[in-house]
């Protein structure tokens, strides 16, 4: 199989773990890194076996043996990043949120298409072979109609005041961080499963850190600041914290809460959907089990193993059944996904009917879903029409 050579722009908390999850596949190679500066280049260059360190993410789009790139920048940097990169005529693999509004997505979905080039944004959880078999009982019938999703997804990491990240920064994580930065994963999730689009949306938002410690250097997702480092005081305008009300299209309800703040939750998100006739639920912290819940016989959980899933959805199964399967695996699928139509030279065009993994035009949706709960907030929690 011909190699696929990949760029990575943005090296932080989750670029390694995209070069981790695309190298399983065995057909990647990453040649190009672009960082923040050509030092911390180099030194992840050395650190991650990749050959050639750039300056900056132009020169490194200028290189013409690239062919996709991977773009895990803060959120600020993806629109203008992935612009240059479909100009490139690379085929772009962006991390989530796609952008910081739903303005900026679309210009990014459509420059895309015009190019022609592969386009993918990183709704990971998707790609937890439970998920799909969820995604694949729910489109066979098997619940009856759905009447209501609802879940939470919770984290705890940035609980104390001495938690820092850019994703509180507005002008890099724009002007949400709860809902931009995991809700959005909710939302894709949700709507995955269940097959329905959400239109409308009630919010109430919060910030209950108010003020924060931020430290002088770089802090990466997850690790903890203890207020040692040299910090300045930062006042948080984005939220930490949020509950939803959504409706879907075909009527469904539903509801759904986010949080950064709330001990002992680490990357706790759930989907439940309540259907006419069962009902199923999935909770990424517990990634091998799939609730499956009935009113007249007894509930069950199905265990992820091949051999008792959809044939539609084995290929998702990497391990036999009882061998512990997570999110670095869910993130191999969804690599997988992507780079198997890359390597099958398809067009995201003529091919469409091939395309398995989120594409620009979720991301800009997801962005759509995103903005009508911030502006639900900020109109005292009114009912908000998602306007894609
Ligand atoms: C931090 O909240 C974070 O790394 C998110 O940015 C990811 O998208 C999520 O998958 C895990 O948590």
Not at 179 to 200: E, N
Not at 285 to 296: F, H, N, Q, T, V
Request: charged share 20%.
């Amino acid at each position: 199989m011909k190699k696929i050579r990949a760029g990575i722009i943005g090296a932080g908390f989750v670029g390694p773990l995209h070069m981790e999850a695309a190298r399983r596949l065995g057909y990647v190679d990453f040649v190009g890194i672009a960082t923040s500066n050509l030092a911390s280049a180099q030194q992840k260059a050395e650190r991650y076996g990749i050959s050639m360190a750039f300056e900056n993410y132009a020169q490194l789009l200028e290189d013409p043996t690239i062919d996709a790139v991977h773009i895990c920048t803060p959120n600020h940097l993806h629109y203008p990043v992935v612009m240059a990169a479909i100009d490139a005529g690379k085929h772009v693999i962006c991390d989530k949120p796609l952008a910081l509004s739903a303005a900026e997505a679309r210009e990014m979905r459509d420059a895309a298409k015009r190019k022609g080039v592969v386009n993918a944004v990183t709704f990971n959880y998707r790609f937890n072979a439970l998920v799909q078999q969820a995604h694949a009982l729910v489109a066979k019938g098997e619940l009856g109609k759905v009447q209501f999703v609802h879940g939470c997804y919770l984290q705890d990491w940035l609980l104390f005041e001495t938690d820092f990240s850019w994703r509180l920064e507005a002008d890099k994580g724009g002007v949400t961080s709860s809902v931009g930065d995991i809700g959005s994963h909710w939302c894709d999730t949700a709507q995955f499963i269940s097959g329905l689009q959400i239109t409308r949306v009630l919010s109430s938002l919060s910030t209950m850190v108010q003020v924060r410690k931020k430290p002088k250097g770089s802090r990466e997702a997850f690790a903890s600041g203890e207020g040692k480092e040299e910090h300045e005081e930062f006042l948080v305008t984005s939220d930490d914290l949020g509950s939803v009300l959504v409706e879907f299209d075909n009527g469904a309800k539903g509801a759904f809460s986010v949080g950064q703040v709330c001990p002992g939750h680490k990357n706790d998100l759930q989907v439940e959907v309540n259907g006419s006739r069962s009902s199923l639920k999935w909770v990424q912290e517990r990634p091998d089990e799939l609730w499956l819940g009935y009113r007249d016989r007894a509930n069950a959980t199905l265990l992820r193993d091949a051999s008792l899933m959809d044939e539609a959805v084995r290929g998702y199964v990497n391990l036999p059944g009882g061998h512990g399967e997570g999110w670095a695996d869910a993130f191999k699928n969804l690599m997988s996904s992507i780079y198997s139509f890359i390597a099958a030279g398809y067009s995201p065009s003529s091919d469409a009917d091939k395309i398995t993994f989120p594409t620009f035009e979720d991301g800009y949706r997801a962005n759509c879903v995103v903005d009508a709960i911030v502006r639900s907030n900020q109109n005292r929690s009114m009912w908000t029409t998602v306007e894609y």
